[in-house]
């Protein structure tokens, strides 16, 4: 069992910064693949950036070039750097371990944090 929970969300003005974290519990993320996953209103919970266990990066389109996910597994924590927020950007963001072990798949996710980018 993996426990999520995100932190350093909040509300910040169109073009600033803001840093998200992860930090796991109860198993180290260091067999598993991370995201960062996110979900406005009305919509689907779409895939933001991923690191993998070797640390292998993917983002998605919309947010190339201004975030950047990262991790460090010796403080088994995720981290996601947002640069140049849009208000495009506002939604809640969750944190996702997944692995396979032994055939099985193991998913967990964190409870969310709120980003609003606002003036």
């Known amino acids: 069992q993996v426990q999520l929970v995100e932190s350093g969300g909040g509300l910040v003005q169109p073009g600033g910064p803001l840093r998200l974290s992860c930090a796991a519990a109860?198993?180290?993320?260091?067999?598993?693949?991370m995201g960062w996953y996110r979900q406005a209103p009305g919509k689907q919970r779409e895939l933001v950036a991923g690191i993998t266990r070797f640390g292998s990066t993917n983002y998605a389109d919309t947010v190339k070039g201004r975030f950047t996910i990262s991790r460090d597994d010796t403080k088994n924590t995720v981290y996601l750097q947002m640069n140049s927020l849009e208000p495009e950007d506002t939604a809640v963001y969750y944190c996702?371990?997944?692995?396979?072990?032994?055939?099985?798949?193991?998913?967990?996710w964190g409870q969310g944090t709120q980003v609003t980018v606002s003036l």
């Open positions: 996702k371990a997944d692995r396979f072990r032994l055939g099985v798949r193991y998913v967990y």
């Open positions: 109860g198993s180290s993320i260091s067999a598993y693949d």
